[in-house]
């Protein structure tokens, strides 16, 4: 069974860093490139960034590009988000995701899904 887990959320405030992390469990880790996507109430999930199986190709929202960083270690089948001058526009249920596929375009149904982690950005 594929657990994904992150987590790193919390309360931070405006230009602070935060970094999250996804944990994979279930899953040969390496044979899938990794999304990050973010949920506010009422709003539709929005996509944040992603990388590829080998760690060398990422890209990000025009929202949050500059600012964020995938990086992957797949001996510990982990993703890291590091998000740097966070803004209260980046308040969200960050959630990642795993999908077989990787392309320039955020999967419409990864394969695997988090149950997420919050992240909160006072002004």
């Known amino acids: 069974q594929v657990h994904l887990v992150e987590t790193g959320g919390g309360l931070v405030q405006t230009g602070d860093s935060r970094r999250l992390s996804c944990v994979a469990t279930?899953?040969?880790?390496?044979?899938?490139?990794v999304y990050w996507f973010r949920q506010t109430p009422g709003k539709a999930r929005e996509f944040v960034g992603g990388i590829n199986w080998y760690g060398d190709k990422t890209y990000f929202a025009d929202s949050v590009k500059g600012r964020f960083i995938l990086s992957r270690d797949d001996s510990r089948s982990a993703v890291f988000l590091q998000m740097n001058n966070l803004k209260p526009d980046d308040t969200a249920t960050y959630y990642c995701?795993?999908?077989?596929?990787?392309?320039?375009?955020?999967?419409?149904?990864?394969?695997?899904w988090g149950q997420g982690t919050q992240v909160t950005v006072s002004s």
């Open positions: 279930g899953v040969t880790f390496s044979d899938y490139a």
């Open positions: 995701a795993l999908h077989h596929r990787w392309e320039y375009e955020p999967p419409r149904e990864p394969d695997y």
